[in-house]
């Protein structure tokens, strides 16, 4: 994640990241507890937090992989323009329990108050 | 820092509240800018004992990582202080943990604390504005008045200043810097000071501010360098204030 899912961005390493995350789930099924006591049990926290987490993960790396443009914070060299057109959108995911996958779904921006320009910082607007 | 590649800690364990407390040795690769949270993550990564035996991860508090939420809190090395700021290449070794020892022990280096929680009820730690009316802007505090305010806001509640404190024990009762030092930060609020006869009042008599020795332990101890002596001397003028005043109204 930390690699593949920061500010640069590839698709490939995108794909390969979730494909690895889904082995890291599949691996959790047979999760071991280096700690089976009953009482102020930190492993088993951690451990249902590391599911968590692992799915999360898998919202980042598809999330990213299927946004193709660079727009803030986030750079994908194969796209390096903000692309208004295609990708002016929030997006949401929830998790779909019977596919045990994220599902995503896109919600424009409301821009009728203030239409979007280009970020520059080589001209005063 | 030892100079072999490795970094012994020894950790004071119990595996509930009424078990009896045992010591176990670990051993682990030495880390630059390894802290003490951090090392125990590591030992639960493979909970095996320096000489061998496998064992439980050790159960502590932890949760910012950055001194600002106060829940590590423990004796490393006999001092009571942060987990997460406490880096292990500035410790003496081997580093010694155990769990503050005038809490109760919830399991290993977790301990309860909630007597601080009680301890800011009953000096009423808030500012009273129950929401249900519109109260308009809020009264302007001066930039001088902030200038106090701050460094009293910045308290953790991590306890370092209780378990530090030769007053603070179940004779006394004790209510501890922490929650002295909340009552002046309240009692100089605009809003809070509608409050200040009633906190006060719950800092007279048996476990209030006179139980203070003026040891200073507490300002020595504190992680966040809250003026603790000072903030102990201003409410213990007013509580004398209030006492006499109240004496004569009688
Ligand atoms: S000055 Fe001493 S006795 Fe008073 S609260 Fe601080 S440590 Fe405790
Ligand atoms: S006053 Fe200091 S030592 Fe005491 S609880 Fe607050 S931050 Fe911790
Ligand atoms: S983890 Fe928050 S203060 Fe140490």
């Given amino acids: 994640m930390t690699r593949d899912c920061t500010v640069i961005r590839y698709n490939k390493n995108l794909q390969q990241t979730d494909a690895k995350l889904v082995e890291l789930l599949q691996r959790f099924e047979h999760i071991n507890l280096s700690d089976r006591s009953q009482w102020a049990n930190t492993t088993i926290v951690f451990a249902r937090h590391l599911y968590n987490m692992l799915q999360l993960s898998r919202v980042i790396a598809q999330g990213a992989a299927m946004r193709n443009e660079s727009r803030g914070a986030h750079y994908k060299p194969e796209f390096p323009e903000r692309d208004d057109k295609n990708w002016l959108k929030t997006t949401k995911a929830s998790f779909a329990p019977d596919a045990d996958e994220p599902k995503f779904e896109f919600e424009p921006v409301d821009i009728s108050l203030i239409p979007p320009r280009p970020r520059r910082y080589d001209v005063t607007k | ?250």
């Avoid at chain 2, 009424?18 to 802290?35: C, H, I, M, V």
């Avoid at chain 2, 502590?60 to 202080?81: P, T």
């Avoid at chain 2, 009316?133 to 001088?144: A, S």
């Avoid at chain 2, 966040?224 to 006492?243: C, N």
């Fill in chain 2, 1 to 250: 820092m030892a100079d072999n590649k490795t970094v012994i800690i020894k950790i004071k364990r119990q595996a509930n509240p009424d078990s009896k407390a045992y010591w176990e040795e670990f051993e682990l690769p030495q880390t630059p800018g390894r802290n003490v949270t951090s090392a125990l993550m590591e030992i639960a990564v493979n909970p095996v004992t320096r000489d061998g035996k496998k064992t439980t991860p050790i159960t502590y508090d932890a949760n910012c990582l950055e001194e600002v939420c106060g829940s590590c809190a423990m004796l490393v090395n006999g001092k009571a202080r942060m987990a997460c700021s406490a880096l292990l290449e500035k410790l003496d070794h081997p580093v010694k943990l155990e769990p503050f020892s005038k809490f109760p022990v919830v399991r290993d280096l977790a301990v309860d604390r909630s007597v601080l929680f009680e301890d800011l009820k009953r000096v009423k730690a808030w500012v009273p504005i129950d929401g249900t009316y519109d109260l308009g802007p809020g009264p302007r505090v001066t930039m001088q008045e902030q200038e106090v305010a701050y460094p009293l806001s910045r308290c953790i509640s991590c306890c370092c200043c209780m378990e530090a404190c030769p007053q603070f024990n179940e004779s006394t009762d004790f209510v501890g810097a922490a929650a002295i030092s909340q009552v002046r930060l309240f009692n100089t609020h605009p809003t809070g000071k509608a409050l200040k006869r009633e906190r006060l009042a719950a800092l007279m008599g048996d476990g209030g501010i006179q139980e203070c020795g003026y040891a200073q332990n507490c300002v020595e101890i504190c992680p966040k360098d809250i003026p603790l002596t000072r903030s102990i001397s201003e409410v213990g003028r007013e509580v004398m204030k209030q006492a006499i005043g109240d004496l004569f109204r009688r």
